[in-house]
């Protein structure tokens, strides 16, 4: 399988996709798009319209509960996977189809907003615009994929691919640990030749993702020998804590930016002669005298990489300035688990080169990578090491979004639905 697909992704990028005008059941889909679009928006509104922080179970079901109620009517076998063995709501898990090459749709239930938030419904703007809590991150992708699966099962062309939607409920507040709240996303990628993600990618409707860089969160812990402070840089005391945690992150800023798009950040500092460190709540306390050598020093930061090599090299480098200690301190880095890399691939390329044609046969213009420093971890990345090719950012545009200012450009609803609707069948002709 994994040979026919990049085969056929390499050959329609090559030799181009069919004309539009030419071709009967392209207009079949867009005219099912175009005549779905009611009922997508209602739906839209709907979901806006009903809380679902991550940390709001009940929300997160209810918005699973629509979008399953709608597949179910079109013929999808719905499962809801439970989250209490990872700390969260769950998943909605759907599948459709039994032969032809096989998609996995990605989209999540969860915003950020909480239910004591001012900010909670589905409200129109001038401009064809609507604002409203995880309207474009992402509610309105989600949508879209619904739409997408209507429109291919109007036009008759549903049954000539596999699907298997998989939308999470904890995509922006990831339960733990993550082998368990990405298990479904994971499962569903090992069956996949494709992946297809929905979030809003740069909010930009010319451009797509073919890049993430992934999210890890890394801890250092230094200690030194306290002593007066007279006493410091002697052969008995050493350099003390702090100026060994800073001589590591200025090692980590000299060496680590020489990898393109590589980037670390340490995001929180604690350091003195008495110290506590408290991980869950991303806090600490320090206690410390000028006249003190300062004793312990805890980090915290996380690293973003474009690649598993890349990232791979980064630890290894990170790991090498760590062990290089002043006299009389030592040093301890530990990465934590998070979200992997989606590596920019031949066959990511040859995807969006298909998207790009489709857009530009419709009269929307070319559609061109994202740069992977404007894309940020995503679901998507769990899938991309598992599939022949990933796509990203095919959802609703817009701007604002984890922002009481989150706005949707309406525009790009049926053009976005369209555009992947005609993706997906245009894989389906050369399987």
């Known amino acids: 399988m994994l040979k026919k697909i990049i085969g056929l992704l390499a050959v329609i990028s090559l030799f181009g996709t069919p004309v539009l005008a030419d071709d009967v059941t392209e207009k079949a889909i867009i005219k099912a798009v175009g005549a779905g679009m009611p009922q997508a ?9 009903i809380n679902s922080d991550t940390m709001n179970f009940a929300g997160v079901k209810r918005v699973s509960d629509v979008f399953g109620g709608e597949l179910d009517g079109l013929g999808f076998e719905t499962k809801w996977i439970d989250g209490a ?52 991150d992402m509610k309105g992708g989600d949508v879209i994929i619904i739409s997408v699966v209507r429109a291919l099962k109007r036009a008759g062309v549903l049954d000539n691919v596999q699907i298997k939607i998989v939308m999470t409920g904890d995509e922006e507040s990831s339960g733990k640990p993550l ?3 990405r298990a479904a996303l994971v499962d569903a990628a090992i069956w996949a030749d494709i992946a297809l993600g929905f979030e809003d990618g740069d909010g930009d409707i010319k451009t797509a993702v073919i890049a993430r860089r992934g999210s890890v969160g890394w801890r250092l812990s230094v200690t030194g020998r306290a002593a007066h402070s007279s006493q410091i840089f002697t052969d008995d005391v050493g350099y003390g804590a702090v100026l060994e945690a800073a001589r590591i992150l200025n090692g980590y800023r000299e060496h680590l930016p020489v990898m393109h798009n590589l980037t670390f950040n340490p995001g929180r500092i604690v350091g003195g002669t008495r110290t506590t460190n408290e991980n869950t709540t991303n806090s600490g306390t320090a206690f410390g005298k000028s006249n003190v050598v300062a004793q312990t ?21 990170m790991q090498e300035i760590t062990a290089d200690n002043l006299p009389h301190t030592t040093a301890k880095l530990i990465f934590a688990e998070g979200y992997p ?4 691939t031949d066959s990511n390329r040859n995807l969006l080169e298909i998207y790009s044609r489709i857009s530009q046969s419709l009269g929307y213009g070319e559609v061109i990578a994202v740069n992977p420093r404007k894309a940020g971890a995503a679901d998507i990345s769990f899938t991309a090491n598992y599939v022949d090719a990933a796509l990203d950012g095919l959802g609703l545009m817009g701007a604002g979004g984890h922002t009481k200012n989150e706005i949707a450009d309406m525009s790009s609803f049926k053009r976005n639905t369209e555009k992947a609707a005609l993706l997906i069948y245009h894989v389906s002709l050369g399987y």
Request: glycine residues 14%.
């Open 341 to 344: 890399p989606m590596a920019p």
């Open 41 to 49: 928006l209602a739906t839209l509104e709907q979901v806006v319209n």
């Open 297 to 317: 020093v805890y980090v915290t930061g996380g690293i973003r990489a474009t690649s598993l090599q890349q990232l791979a090299e980064a630890k290894k480098k």
């Open 179 to 181: 082998t368990k709240s």
């Open 85 to 136: 063995g990872f700390g969260r709501a769950g998943h909605l898990v759907a599948s459709y189809g039994s032969k032809g090459p096989k998609i996995l749709m990605i989209g999540h239930l969860d915003t950020v907003f909480a239910d004591t938030d001012g900010f909670q419904k589905f409200e129109r703007l001038e401009g064809d615009k609507v604002k409203g809590p995880g309207i474009t």
